[in-house]
């Protein structure tokens, strides 16, 4: 069985201190139509959720990866 390889493996986020202390993880979704047998690359976007899960949207953050 192969493993995923998520490029980019890093990402940087840049904000006030109060606002980046909200942040628990970054997660990729990606839908797939179908189940994979070989090698497929997806693109998904990168989304910033609290300790709860909620999507965290706050202009003052940013991301560089």
Known sequence: ???EIITPDKI???GPTNDLQK???AIVSVDLD???TST???A???VLKDSDG???ENEHIT???
């Open 23 to 25: 942040v628990a993880h």
């Open 54 to 56: 909620n999507v965290i």
């Open 40 to 42: 497929a690359n997806a």
């Open 1 to 3: 069985k192969e493993s």
């Open 12 to 14: 940087t986020i840049r």
């Open 63 to 65: 991301m560089d990866y």
């Open 44 to 46: 998904g976007e990168i």
């Open 34 to 36: 179908q189940s994979l």
